[in-house]
């Protein structure tokens, strides 16, 4: 793969409308009073802060966000590969039963009709398609792998069933190669969503109900203070406010470096998302907004490029595997983001004070969490600060 012709970046930017880019900018807190006060900061404008504060603005709390960057979608939610998927990142046959990890499979699949119920809205602009996902076994262990998990997402309440790989073909309209297809879990519900259309309907849901947004907002320290906590930004503003989430996200930190590309491709509109069910192939395939985006595979080093080709070329020559029709196609976007991850992250609301949560174990697969965790840290805080009022 030569690199001279891709682009370094996630295609979202060149696909979204005027509209949704305008909903992502920032005001910056330069122009801003040295000191505001709010009932609620949020720290992170990404999927986890948009969602909390969506919610608060919408339970009537004052507050504000505090991006650091001079616009939204700078962070992992603007630059991951647009699959809406239910679940947390692992298979539900390894998530511990009774957990709290356990819990956010049923909470994410709400979560996601609720995202397909949004984007009917006439003031959403959310682009997202329900053209399910396919998780394809090419070897007998993953077939056995795959039977068990459908049973499992069933036993759930998840739709999930078994499928022949002369149907995955049929539903891709004859785009993927099945010939080493031995069976699929198809999921109905799952999707491609274009990630900027939901940051900025949630943006722009929030700014309606009162909430304010700022850029240039990194913040370097929260303080308790009398009946809440001082919080303040590297640019010498200082916000004083009753309560506090952290949402900064995965790019903090990070311990990885993920990768992903996408081509510029005609793709039948039915065809689902797909990945291979073998967990050290592990790349994801989403159809949509006029390319083939593919993520995934062995995590690198962080904080170095200089292996990005080597891993991209990778992923590009699995991608000419399972469509023949890009043999010899090099992708149009090819990037690379460093982000914690470990084996056992998990997403979780971790209290760091009275009225402090932090949304944390947001790894690769994450906006579905997101938005449940960030809603949920606004009903917490919301109901603790009412009890207080007694
Ligand atoms: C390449 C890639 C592909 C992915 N693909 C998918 C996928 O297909 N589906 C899926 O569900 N998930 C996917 N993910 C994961 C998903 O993108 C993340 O889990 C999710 O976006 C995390 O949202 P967040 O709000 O926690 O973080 P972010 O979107 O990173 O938001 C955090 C924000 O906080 C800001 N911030 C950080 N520190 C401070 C500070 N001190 N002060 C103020 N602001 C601060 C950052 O600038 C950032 O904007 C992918 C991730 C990557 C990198």
């Given at each position: 793969?030569?690199?001279?012709?891709?682009?370094?970046?996630?295609?979202?930017?060149?696909?979204?409308?005027?509209?949704?880019?305008?909903?992502?900018?920032?005001?910056?807190?330069?122009?801003m009073?040295?000191?505001?006060?709010?009932?609620?900061?949020?720290?992170?404008?990404?999927?986890?802060?948009?969602?909390?504060?969506?919610?608060?603005?919408?339970?009537?709390?004052?507050a504000?966000?505090?991006?650091?960057?001079?616009?939204?979608?700078?962070?992992?939610?603007?630059?991951?590969?647009?699959?809406?998927?239910?679940?947390?990142?692992?298979?539900?046959?390894?998530?511990?039963?009774?957990?709290?990890?356990?819990?956010?499979?049923?909470?994410?699949?709400r979560?996601?009709?609720?995202?397909?119920?949004?984007?009917?809205?006439?003031?959403?602009?959310?682009?997202?398609?329900?053209?399910?996902?396919?998780?394809?076994?090419?070897?007998?262990?993953?077939?056995?792998?795959?039977?068990?998990?459908?049973?499992?997402?069933?036993?759930?309440?998840?739709?999930?069933?078994?499928i022949?790989?002369?149907?995955?073909?049929?539903?891709?309209?004859?785009?993927?190669?099945?010939?080493?297809?031995?069976?699929?879990?198809?999921?109905?519900?799952?999707?491609?969503?274009?990630?900027?259309?939901?940051?900025?309907?949630?943006?722009?849901?929030?700014?309606?109900?009162?909430?304010?947004?700022y850029?240039?907002?990194?913040?370097?320290?929260?303080?308790?203070?009398?009946?809440?906590?001082?919080?303040?930004?590297?640019?010498?503003?200082?916000?004083?406010?009753?309560?506090?989430?952290?949402?900064?996200?995965?790019?903090?930190?990070?311990?990885?470096?993920?990768?992903?590309?996408?081509?510029?491709?005609?793709?039948?509109?039915?065809c689902?998302?797909?990945?291979?069910?073998?967990?050290?192939?592990?790349?994801?395939?989403?159809?949509?907004?006029?390319?083939?985006?593919?993520?995934?595979?062995?995590?690198?080093?962080?904080?170095?490029?200089?292996?990005?080709?080597?891993?991209?070329?990778?992923?590009?020559?699995?991608?000419?595997?399972?469509?023949?029709?890009?043999?010899?196609?090099?992708?149009?976007?090819?990037?690379?983001?460093?982000?914690?991850?470990?084996?056992?992250?998990?997403?979780?609301?971790?209290?760091?004070?009275?009225?402090?949560?932090?949304i944390?174990?947001?790894?690769?697969?994450g906006?579905?969490?997101?938005?449940?965790?960030?809603?949920?840290?606004?009903?917490?805080?919301?109901?603790?600060?009412?009890?207080?009022?007694?």
């Open positions: 793969m030569s690199s001279v012709a891709v682009i370094n970046q996630a295609p979202w930017r060149d696909t979204a409308s005027e509209n949704v880019l305008s909903h992502l900018q920032l005001p910056s807190i330069e122009g009073a040295d000191s505001l006060v709010y009932d609620v900061a949020i720290i992170g404008g990404g999927m986890a802060g948009l969602s909390s504060a969506q919610a608060f603005a919408q339970l009537g709390a004052s504000v966000v505090l991006e650091a960057q001079p616009a939204l979608a700078l962070g992992a939610s603007g630059r991951n590969a647009g699959i809406l998927c239910a679940g947390i990142n692992m298979p539900i046959t390894y998530t511990p039963k009774g957990s709290s990890a356990a819990e956010l499979w049923s909470a994410t699949q979560k996601l009709f609720e995202v397909l119920e949004e984007a009917r809205e006439q003031s959403s602009f959310i682009d997202v398609k329900r053209v399910g996902a396919m998780c394809l076994a090419t070897s007998k262990t993953a077939a056995a792998r795959l039977k068990r998990e459908t049973k499992a997402r069933l036993a759930a309440c998840m739709s999930a069933e078994l022949t790989a002369a149907e995955v073909s049929k539903l891709s309209g004859g785009f993927i190669d099945v010939s080493n297809v031995l069976s699929a879990m198809m999921l109905p519900d799952e999707g491609a969503i274009h990630p900027f259309t939901l940051l900025a309907t949630m943006a722009n849901r929030a700014r309606r109900s009162g909430c304010q947004i850029g240039e907002a990194r913040v370097e320290s929260v303080e308790p203070s009398t009946g809440g906590y001082i919080v303040k930004t590297s640019n010498g503003k200082t916000i004083q406010c009753r309560a506090v989430v952290s949402a900064v996200g995965p790019l903090e930190a990070p311990t990885g470096r993920i990768f992903a590309l996408a081509f510029k491709v005609e793709i039948p509109e039915s689902p998302v797909w990945w291979d069910a073998n967990p050290y192939i592990y790349y994801d395939y989403r159809p949509g907004n006029g390319c083939l985006t593919v993520s995934g595979g062995r995590y690198g080093t962080p904080g170095t490029s200089k292996f990005d080709l080597q891993y991209h070329s990778k992923m590009a020559a699995a991608t000419h595997q399972w469509v023949p029709s890009l043999a010899g196609v090099e992708p149009d976007y090819a990037w690379g983001v460093d982000l914690h991850v470990a084996p056992d992250l998990l997403p979780e609301l971790v209290a760091l004070g009275d009225n402090w949560l932090s944390q174990g947001l790894g690769a697969l906006v579905l969490p997101g938005l449940v965790l960030g809603e949920r840290a606004a009903k917490q805080i919301t109901t603790s600060l009412a009890l207080c009022k007694k």
